[in-house]
C-alpha cells in the first residue's frame, strides 16, 4: 500500500506558445507551456509520448499493485470510447457532477473494458487464470483530488495494493494543497520539420505557470533520477518523430 508520504507524479506533455503579454507593465509576448487544445491534445498522435505514457504509468512498483492516474471529467472524456478506462491502472476522474450520469458512464465503460479484456486475455491462452498480480484496470468517481488520494487508499489492500500516484491531466492545479513530495515527468514536444523552422502549435490550456519554478522550491531532476522514477532509461535527449521531436525531463519539489 502506498504510504501518503510516497510521491504524487504530475505527467504531462507540453509545448512552448508564444502568447500575448497579460502584464500592461510588460507588453512583450511571454512562452507558455500549452497542454491541450479543444478539449484534446494540441499535436496529431505522438508514439514515442504516447507509448512513454502507457509503460510508466501502468509500470506498478511491485507485483500485487496497480497504479492510480487521477483526472479531470474533460481528460477522461478526452480518451477514445474504446480504450477508456485506460487498462491496468486504476482511474480517479474528478468531477463535480451530482446527478450520477458521469459515474454511470463511467460504470458502463469500465464493464466493457473488463468484457473486451477479459475476451483478449482468453483468446491469448485458452483457460487463461487471470493472473492475481498482474495490474487491474478499475475507475471511481470523485468529487475532489483529495477524495481520490482518500478513497484510493481505502481501495489500496481490498482488491490489489496501490502502487503508484499520477495526476495525468485536468487538475494540476489542485496538487499545491497536497502534503506529498511532488514530481513532475514532462514530455517536451517541439514541432520542426527537418531543417525548417519551429511551427507552434495551437493551444487553448497551459501547464500552471508557477510549477518548475525554483523559487518555489521545484528542482531539474537527473536523467538518471527520472530514469528511477519510471523504471526504463530516459536519457533527455530529443527524440525525432516525424516533424515533432520529444524529450523526456523531470522535475521535484520536496515537502
Ligand atoms: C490519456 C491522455 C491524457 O493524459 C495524457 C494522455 C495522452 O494520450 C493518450 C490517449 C489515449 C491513450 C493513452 C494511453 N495510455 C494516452 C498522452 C499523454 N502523454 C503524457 N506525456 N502525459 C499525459 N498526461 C498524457
Known amino acids: 500500500m502506498a504510504p501518503t508520504s510516497s510521491p504524487l507524479t504530475l ?11 497579460q502584464d500592461p507593465a510588460n507588453p512583450e509576448p511571454v512562452t507558455r507551456l500549452g497542454i491541450g487544445l479543444n478539449g484534446t491534445l494540441p499535436w496529431p498522435r505522438i508514439k514515442a509520448d504516447m507509448s512513454f ?5 501502468s509500470r506498478a512498483p511491485e507485483p500485487g499493485t496497480t497504479n492510480a492516474i487521477i483526472m ?17 491502472r486504476i482511474s480517479a476522474i474528478i468531477t463535480r457532477d451530482t446527478t450520477g450520469s458521469v459515474r454511470k458512464g463511467v460504470e458502463e465503460d469500465l464493464k466493457k473494458r473488463k468484457e473486451k479484456m477479459a475476451a483478449l486475455a482468453a483468446a491469448k491462452t485458452a483457460g487463461n487464470v ?11 468517481v470523485v468529487p ?5 488520494l482518500e478513497e484510493l487508499q481505502e481501495i489500496s489492500g481490498s482488491v490489489q495494493a496501490l ?3 499520477f495526476v495525468i491531466g485536468g487538475e494540476f492545479g489542485d496538487v499545491d494543497g497536497v502534503k506529498r513530495p511532488l514530481r513532475i515527468v514532462m514530455t517536451n514536444v517541439v514541432r520542426k520539420p527537418e531543417g525548417g523552422e519551429e511551427v507552434p502549435f495551437e493551444c487553448d490550456t497551459f501547464w500552471p505557470l508557477d510549477y518548475m519554478d525554483e523559487r518555489n522550491g521545484w528542482r531539474s531532476a537527473s536523467p538518471q533520477e527520472l530514469s528511477e522514477w519510471v523504471g526504463e532509461e530516459v536519457t533527455g535527449e530529443w527524440i525525432r518523430e516525424g516533424d515533432v521531436e520529444v524529450q523526456m525531463v523531470g522535475y521535484e519539489k520536496l515537502d
Open 163 to 165: 502502487g503508484k500516484l
Open 53 to 57: 505514457f502507457a509503460r510508466v504509468t
Open 72 to 88: 479531470g471529467r474533460k481528460t477522461y472524456d478526452s480518451v477514445p470510447k474504446h480504450l477508456r478506462p485506460l487498462g491496468k
Open 11 to 21: 505527467i504531462v506533455a507540453t509545448t512552448p506558445v508564444r502568447v500575448a503579454s
Open 130 to 140: 487471470e493472473q492475481k498480480d498482474e495490474p487491474i484496470t478499475d475507475a471511481i
Open 144 to 148: 475532489s483530488l483529495d477524495s481520490a
